[in-house]
């Protein structure tokens, strides 16, 4: 059974940091696309980042040069360094691993940022 499962979400004041972290059991990790997306309330989900099983990373454009996402293969983990939080980074974070046509999902761990 395929697990993800996340961590590190939390209250931060703007211009904090942050690092979330997705580890992941049952999948060939070192094969997996790994991303993280999140979702405002009232939003749509919306992609954050992605990292390749080789760590070829993209990022939107919103979190360019603030976020940093990363992986340890042999831990099968992923992370998500967020840095320069604003306020409008607030939302559920939600780790995805998709391997050949599966795609799978963590819970999501909410980050928020406010004064």
């Known amino acids: 059974q395929v697990q993800l499962v996340e961590s590190g979400g939390g209250l931060v004041q703007p211009g904090g940091s942050l690092r979330l972290s997705c580890t992941a059991s049952g999948i060939i990790f070192s094969s997996t696309v790994m991303r993280w997306y999140r979702q405002a309330p009232g939003k749509q989900r919306e992609l954050v980042a992605t990292?390749?099983?080789?760590?070829?990373?993209d990022y939107t454009n919103t979190v360019k040069d603030r976020f940093t996402i990363s992986r340890h293969n042999y831990k099968n983990t992923v992370y998500l360094q967020m840095n320069s939080l604003k306020p409008e980074d607030t939302a559920v974070y939600y780790c995805?691993?998709?391997?050949?046509?599966?795609?799978?999902w963590g819970r999501g761990t909410q980050v928020t940022v406010s004064s």
């Open positions: 995805n691993g998709a391997i050949g046509p599966n795609d799978y």
């Open positions: 990292i390749t099983g080789g760590g070829i990373t």
